[in-house]
């Protein structure tokens, strides 16, 4: 029984953490006079309760899903990989670029998804090099690389990429590399069946593969792994690139498959953030590559229905986003205390060590 | 207290009008607080609120993704009798979902969605921005300081407004100067595209950098970044030991001459979003709403240079805002008035008269659209020292 124990523990845990979150919002409103429970209704009627909304949860967890990977198989590794958001502007970059060629469709938007993932793997390249040879943590070198990739995008989008008679944004994405949408008057693209078919992959590749089992094993326990002749160099420069490639992934499907404008605006005022938000969703998942997929949708539907709470219920933006903070912060809780325990636990043996 | 606050809440549930309509107010990633833009849409819609006896909504974008589904969502409703876009970044979302709702009303602030039920509010700020720019021209002159600045947002076709009637208005002044002095006047234009309308960091550092080089005068043309550019202004006021310019900064859509204790806000080029919406929502109440473009200039009161009356208005809307007390309200005014009448009063006169010139049409502001016709005001203009 302890193997269906150890199966579902993690899903008890999460529903007890979200109820307390639930818990912790409607003590949030109610300090500042809102009604939290037809504010709640209003959230999961508009998220999950009709076409539309579900559809729109699905669109909102189409990127979360894609850089919520690049942070989970970074942790299964035992690496800290925050560099999403960087790898993710690049994707997006290279998607648009693509946009300047002339192709037939469906090649052009499989090209395009190519390249995204190829500028996310580049975008990694050098922390994982840095990493791997010089022992440099990737932490550091990551946030860097977002900061250096977010003044490079910035620097693109206003100068390169630009749209030469709407200079608020890039050129749009052509026609012949849209994703297709999968329901008329929603946003819901062909992107969701991408996000959920690489995590599908990862998810082979982490628990059905030698390798994958190796990079697992090296982030269990890193001195165990080595005893046993597993390669680090080789794992952190794998784990970078597939991480580097989803993450890519999730600009491209963003700026390929959302409408209306098919283009980052200046400012990547419409792709900022799904790099860090895809952590958050990484640990609602359990840092598992399935449990981020109803994670994400969860995510998604938060922010689709939080649309709705200020329409419908009244409940001021900044309140909005204070519960949906309070919510996604309980759920992430009981995977940030694991991993912090590793953490910890490392930490004190290379103290003993030394 | 208590019951005193319950009854009137009772009275005031009692005494409430039946509702005449619902207006949604979208408003873009720059959100509420900026004390310009956005507030200004909340303003102008209140106030109609207020007058008609509607009910507003207010709904603000956590990014840019955020438009379609907030426009959409609103719509879907169906309980909106407007809906108003705050901000030419919802237009292409407004452009997807207008003809999807064909039966809903909908108006856009500072762009043209070209729909049978969509109202296109936008202003000739081009117009307003040839006064301040004269004004600025006219004070480096008589001050002796070699440059004015302005601090812009995004490179964005609305923005070409401001850039060219603003270095139109430098080129007038800088004339007008040598015109009434008979000396020769040397001033240049300091001017950065800081790709933000955010960022008020950089709204700052881009103005120190314009008040090193002597600029006597930062146009804020960046919305919520004027507070950067203020703090710039203060601290090289604080450095010289004096509180009131110059060096000014510039306001910009709202009445922003009321911060910085009135002596620091020489005047601003008010476009005002707020009659914008206020309009919009007359037209429904009305029954007079139909779609097309509606154009705000110096005529119909869309944008203006600020005068006593509107520093009045605009202390009320900085009290509500929470931004000034009460207390600070004589003081500021007095401070106003100090600073405007520090200035020689033939200024303010050429000032007049370019507005009655542009008025009666004697004077033709560039109004640049393209990057092309950017450029080429740019060349007419170049304004190098």
Redesign the interface.
Known sequence: MSWLWRGFRPILESVLAGLIGLGAGALIMRAWGYHPWSAYVVLFK?SFGSG?GLA?ALANATPLILTALTFAIGARAGLFIIGAEGMMYMGAMGAVALSLFKLPAGIHALLALLCAAAAGILWGLIPALLRAYRGVHEVISTIMFNWLSHFLA?YLV?NVLVD?????KTLSVAKTSRLPLLMR?T?LSLGIVVAGFFALLLYVFLWHTVIGYEARAAGANPHAARYGGVSPQKTVLLVFALGGAVAGLAGAV?VMG????YAV???L?????FGFDGIGVAMIGRIHPLGIIPAAVFYGGL??GA??M???A?V??EMV?AVQGAIVLALALPELTRILKVFGRRLKVRREQA | MKRFLLASLVLAVLSMPVLAGRVALILDVGGRGDLSFNDMGFKGTEEACADFGWEMVEIQSATSADYLPNIRNAARTGKFDLIICVGFLLADALSEVAPEFPNQKFAIIDAVVSHPNVLSIVFEEQEGSALVGALAGMLAAEYGYPYVGVVLGIEIPVLYHFEGGYRFGIDWGLKKYEEVTGKKADVGLLWVYTGTFSDIAKGKAAAEAQLEQGAVAVYNVAGPLGIGILEAVTAKLAKEGREAGPPFMIGVDANQDWMGDGNKVVASMMKRVDVGCYTAIKMVHEGTFQGGVLSLGLKNKGVAISRYQDLLDFIDFGIKAGAITEADRERIIENWKAMREAIPQWIWQAVDELEVKILSGEIVVPKPETREEMLAVRAEYPLTR
Do not use: C, K, W
């Not at chain 1, 959302?258 to 404008?261: D, E, I, S």
């Not at chain 1, 005022?269 to 953030?273: D, K, M």
């Open positions: 508009e539309y729109s910035f206003a030469p008679v709407r200079a608020e008057g946003d963003e959302r409408p209306p404008t605006y200046s400012g005022t419409n792709i900022a953030g922010q689709a649309r709705l200020q329409m419908e009244g001021p933006f986003r």
